[in-house]
């Protein structure tokens, strides 16, 4: 489930739809979390489909550390991909605020956290070297999307968190550990797909 004070916007024919803060969002706040609502798929099931109703579910969805693919229920599918994303995921099936989000502006996922099929190349941006997502950015950025997750769960008892109660009850000693103690127990490392392993 998206975050509640968010709306979906047309940006351009371009980039097509994205998802925009319509209340201020503090560093810190749960902005995703899997939720009973998801579809969770097994990739089996693609093979059962025709070929463009399986380029419209993957366009949509990301894969977890098995290899599943999740498609969000709600408008959480359409949130838009950046190197400078404004939110990140976790090991703990939610992705948090990673600096503060204002009224207007778009959430943004950096899709090198989302176990992507195939290389996806990308908009240019201002400063950033990196021009396309690659299926094993895990592997390369890990340290630096935990350090953003650290940083930010250092909030995470300040702030409104309307979506904590999508968080499975495994995790929330985890998370009260890093967010008191700086430190995560699980790294976003954990959610790799290894397709070799998997062959």
């Known amino acids: 489930m998206i975050y509640p004070h968010t709306e979906l916007r047309y940006i351009n024919d371009q980039i097509g739809f994205g998802v925009f803060a319509t209340k201020f969002i503090p560093k810190g706040t749960i902005t995703w979390a899997l939720d009973g609502l998801d579809h969770i798929l097994e990739p089996a099931y693609f093979d059962t489909l025709d070929k463009y109703s399986s380029e419209i579910l993957k366009k949509y969805s990301f894969r977890n550390q098995e290899g599943k693919y999740i498609l969000c229920w709600d408008i959480g599918r359409y949130v838009n991909h950046s190197f400078q994303a404004n939110c990140m995921g976790t090991a703990y ?86 967010a008191t103690e700086h430190t995560l127990p699980d790294s976003i490392k954990n959610t790799y797909y290894d397709r070799h392993e998997h062959k």
């Open 93 to 178: 099936e939610f992705e948090v605020a990673v600096r503060d989000i204002y009224p207007g502006e778009q959430l943004t996922d950096d899709y090198g956290t989302l176990n992507m099929d195939e290389p996806f190349e990308c908009i240019p941006e201002e400063g950033m070297k990196r021009r396309t997502v690659y299926p094993d950015d895990l592997l390369y950025y890990y340290e630096e999307w935990d350090q953003q997750v650290i940083e930010a769960l250092k909030n995470f008892y300040d702030v409104e968190q309307p979506l904590i109660h999508l968080i499975r009850p495994e995790f929330m000693e985890k998370i009260r550990f890093a």
